[in-house]
């Protein structure tokens, strides 16, 4: 059944680094587009970073020299390497795929929290 697991979320310093996983079951991930989605308290959930199904990447402005996304079809996972992490990056963070208007995930999954705090 299709399902993620989104982790690798903690507390960290401003200036530190994360690296989050998004584990997905499914014989089918090699062909989606996937995207990390964040959602900061009293902000609308945005876009943050995609990778096609071709390894293409997106970044947000926001984050774009600091954070990198990758993916390993081979184990169907998704990775969001996160470098000089500031406070304006606390969210929850989600994954999701996405093939033309269709996604991955019906509902979306738990997130991993980031905190970004000294």
């Known amino acids: 059944q299709v399902q993620v697991v989104e982790s690798g979320g903690g507390l960290v310093q401003p200036g530190g680094s994360l690296r989050l996983s998004c584990a997905a079951s499914g014989s089918i991930f090699s062909v989606y587009n996937w995207h990390w989605y964040r959602q900061a308290p009293g902000k609308q959930r945005e876009l943050v970073a995609t990778i096609t199904s071709g390894g293409s990447t997106n970044y947000a402005d926001s984050v774009k020299g600091r954070f990198t996304i990758s993916r390993d079809n081979a184990e169907n996972t998704v990775y969001l390497q996160m470098n000089s992490l500031k406070p304006e990056d606390t969210a929850v963070y989600y994954c999701?795929?996405?093939?033309?208007?269709?996604?991955?995930?019906?509902?979306w999954g738990q997130g991993t929290q980031v905190t970004v705090s000294s």
């Open positions: 999701n795929g996405q093939r033309g208007f269709s996604y991955y995930l019906k509902y």
